[in-house]
């Protein structure tokens, strides 16, 4: 299986690549996390990025994939968001982006296979962060089966870029999918049964903020609480599987409060609604210890970052994060605190301290990532 999806690989970058001439953009990027939970467990998550874009006339031809490497098959942390925003089993290949795409004046059209997290919560501070739901917020990301990070899913694309005013919508077909062959084969029926996820954001820019509005739309509702088969073609329970509107919406916001020479201080604020997810599990349930999938149906961060206070040469950033997440099974509140060092103009590093805090209990994990951009 891993063969013939490096040949997958090897046989789609080869396509971008022969005619170097006509190659726009071609990148790699390599994303090194040692995490530790300062007790005894160690563990490492590496990233690999491969993309490129190669001009067809008035079209483009564009493709990503992502290599994950995870030494551990459990997670040093038993969160919900998940502190890790890298942080996945280990996959040989997945497709980030592969389509057709075209560009006239300030309209873009893309058609192919795309990941959410292109388009969307790609903001400069919230970017920063090393949390996940500093990502797709968990109101989505926890009550669909949306094109997150490393899935996948079909998707037609439009995005309008005004000089102030920016606009993006999207539709996927319902279910994402992680790989080119197996069970999670993108190929294999990505419509059938899955519904259609819309999502879309309209954004306004300033030169010292940003402010985002978005919603997303899906016409299933895949969670109610239920056990359901680890094979998601044998969906038994009826309840689990509902053909109803599952809707929610989101506020960012990120505002520069100060700035002297090269120094500046920006916040952040972020707040996620999901009214169609049921808000609480029954006694029965949490008595009988069952398998509950964990649906988010209210959030909220804040956060802060500051830019070249530390007196070093090269570019560096500080920033603290906190957020809470109100789900069926209880409420968690996640922060972090984190730097980043410009070592190269194609190297930083970043260590972080997380914390988790869920119903009583407190886990905490320190990480240290290397990023390599080329």
């Known amino acids: 299986m891993q063969i013939m999806n490096r040949l997958i690989c090897i046989i789609l970058f080869g396509g971008i ?19 530790y939970d300062l ?16 001009t067809l ?40 982006i592969a389509g057709i795409s075209g560009r006239w004046g ?7 296979i795309r990941n959410m997290n292109e388009d969307y919560f790609i903001s400069e501070v919230t970017s920063f962060f090393t949390n996940s739901s500093c990502g797709i917020f968990p109101t989505i990301s926890l009550n669909y089966p949306v094109a997150n990070y490393p899935a996948s899913a079909y998707c037609l694309n439009y995005n309008y870029q005004g000089i102030r005013w920016d606009y993006t919508c999207s539709l996927y077909s319902g279910v994402a999918r992680t790989g080119v062959a197996g069970k999670e084969c993108l190929f294999d ?17 300033t030169e010292h903020g940003s402010y985002f509005y978005g919603v997303a739309l899906h016409n299933r509702l895949l969670s109610d609480f239920q056990k359901r088969e680890a094979d998601d073609e044998t969906i038994q329970e009826e309840s689990v599987y509902k053909k109803k509107i599952n809707f929610a919406w989101w506020l960012l916001a990120e ?25 609480s599990v029954s006694v029965s349930q949490k008595e009988a210890n ?73 886990e905490k994990a320190l990480m240290v990532r290397l990023i390599i951009e080329l």
């Open 255 to 279: 505002q520069e409060v100060y700035r002297s020479g090269g120094r500046r201080i920006t916040v952040l604020g972020q707040y996620s609604q999901n009214e169609s997810v049921r808000r």
């Open 290 to 362: 069952e398998d509950i999938a964990v649906c988010c149906y209210r959030y909220g961060g804040v956060g802060i970052l500051f830019d070249q206070f530390l007196p070093l040469k090269r570019p560096n950033r500080m920033g603290a994060f906190l957020n809470q997440a109100l789900c069926n099974a209880g409420k968690e509140t996640a922060m972090e605190v984190t730097a980043q060092f410009e070592l190269t103009p194609n190297v930083q590093i970043q260590p972080a301290f997380h914390g988790v805090f869920k119903n009583g209990d407190f």
């Open 39 to 54: 007790k005894k467990r160690l563990n490492y998550v590496g990233l690999l990025r491969l993309e490129g874009e190669l």
């Open 106 to 112: 300030r309209h873009h059209v893309f058609g192919g």
């Open 57 to 96: 006339g008035a079209l483009s031809l564009e493709l990503a994939t992502l290599h994950i490497h995870n030494l551990s098959e459990e997670r040093l942390m038993h969160d919900w968001q998940t502190f890790s925003n890298i942080e996945e089993s280990n996959l040989a290949m997945g497709i980030a």
């Open 189 to 205: 029926r990505p419509f059938r049964d899955g519904g259609i996820t819309g999502v879309s954001t309209i954004n306004y820019h």
């Open 17 to 35: 690549f022969i005619d170097s001439a006509r190659t726009q953009t071609a990148g790699l990027t390599y994303v090194s996390e040692w995490q």
